[in-house]
């Protein structure tokens, strides 16, 4: 079983909707929670990074970690056609030594269509 | 901040060939990252730098594979002798040394193993 675990889609959805993006992990180590996104031949931009549990929210993107369920969400509201990307939750653990790389889910690809 | 740079954007190589790949991290940034990222997959962690000491080699890095970062600015990647299996888009990430900041990445070298 992968420490990271997120579905890889795709997920297609309207114009206008709201998205929801999800990852379970199984490290109780993890303490830093991100969300990238990748364009295709591109690497990952960093979208979203929360420590510990609790909301963030940044203009159309909110992002939720629940610590206790080991569950991560990103939500997208009014989702745009250049919203449509692959969305990658990564984590790690305290920013010492080895706890510095990031683990990755799989990557959800999402298309918003007109 | 010119962000993280990666050459060249696409290598390919014949089988058994060696290739070397370069990094330039965000300027200021002591910390550097490779990872390495297969069709519809998320990226796997490779190896760590803090300046020019390389603290952590992930167990996906063989003997085939080499990184350096010899004045703590610039890093090279090189895989010997390649593989089919190489083939992966090749990523790097960097960040600075203050407490728990994200990493950002480059948009990679992707290796096509002929």
């Known amino acids: 079983q992968k420490e990271v675990e997120q579905d890889p889609g795709p997920l297609s959805v309207p114009e206008g909707a709201i998205v929801s993006l999800n990852c379970t992990y199984s490290?109780?180590?993890?303490?830093?929670f991100m969300w990238y996104r990748q364009y295709s031949r591109k690497g990952p931009e960093l979208l979203m990074y929360?420590?510990?549990?609790g909301n963030k929210e940044d203009g159309r993107f909110t992002a939720q970690v629940d610590k206790s369920s080991k569950y991560i969400s990103l939500f997208i509201r009014d989702s745009q056609p250049s919203d449509s990307a692959t969305y990658l939750c990564a984590m790690r653990g305290l920013n010492t030594g080895t706890a510095s790389k990031l683990t990755f889910g799989t990557g959800t690809r999402l298309q918003v269509t007109l | 901040d010119t962000g993280v740079s990666q050459d060249p954007r696409h290598k390919i190589t014949k089988r058994g060939q060696n290739v070397t790949f370069r990094c330039d991290p965000i300027?200021?940034?002591?910390?550097l990252y490779w990872y390495r990222q297969t069709l519809g997959q998320g990226p796997e962690f490779l190896t760590y730098?803090?300046?020019?000491?390389?603290?952590?080699k992930s167990r996906l890095l063989s003997d085939r594979f080499s990184a350096e970062r010899p004045k703590g600015s610039f890093s090279t990647l090189e895989i010997q002798r390649t593989e089919q299996g190489d083939s992966a888009m090749y990523l790097c990430?960097?960040?600075?040394?203050?407490?728990?900041?994200?990493?950002?990445f480059g948009d990679g070298t992707r290796l096509s193993i002929l």
């Open positions: 730098f803090q300046n020019e000491a390389q603290l952590e």
């Open positions: 929360t420590y510990s549990s």
């Open positions: 300027s200021e940034h002591n910390r």
């Open positions: 990430a960097s960040s600075s040394d203050s407490s728990n900041q994200p990493q950002h």
């Open positions: 490290n109780s180590a993890f303490q830093y």
